[in-house]
């Protein structure tokens, strides 16, 4: 299967969430300039291949980008991330979050979360 197609399982698995639509304003792998957050981005993707113990396989790190417009508080960053985890299929694995305060323009001052999924893809 190929990464991508696995990429746009994961893009419809978060697009099918209700709850999670509800509380963002888009799913993107490049947002509109302007976008209003919170929103998601489908960020790079990093690969590593080898033999595994059944056969050629790859592991396949994807990092999810969380913009929120709740300043001076991670909260919504993790109550995205929690839904984004339950909206997830079963074959995609959490490989860490973080989360920090952006303020590198005044104008838009916002929080970032990056959340790191891990899934396999046999070739």
């Known amino acids: 299967m190929s990464e ?3 990429q746009d399982e994961i893009y419809s698995a978060l697009s099918a969430s209700a709850a999670l639509t509800a509380v963002v304003t888009g799913i993107f792998e490049t947002p509109p300039s302007k ?3 919170p929103y998601i981005v489908l960020g790079d993707a990093r690969e590593s291949s080898g033999e595994r113990m059944n056969g050629q396989q790859s592991e396949i790190t994807l990092t999810l ?3 929120s417009a709740k300043w001076k508080t991670k909260k919504e960053c993790y109550r995205i991330r929690n839904l984004i985890l339950r909206a997830l299929p079963d074959w995609v694995q959490l490989d860490g979050f973080s989360a920090e305060l952006d303020d590198e323009e005044e104008s838009e001052k916002r929080t970032h979360g990056e959340l790191d999924i891990r899934y396999y893809d046999r070739r």
């Open 4 to 6: 991508y197609l696995r």
């Open 35 to 37: 976008q209003k957050p």
């Open 65 to 67: 980008h969380i913009w």
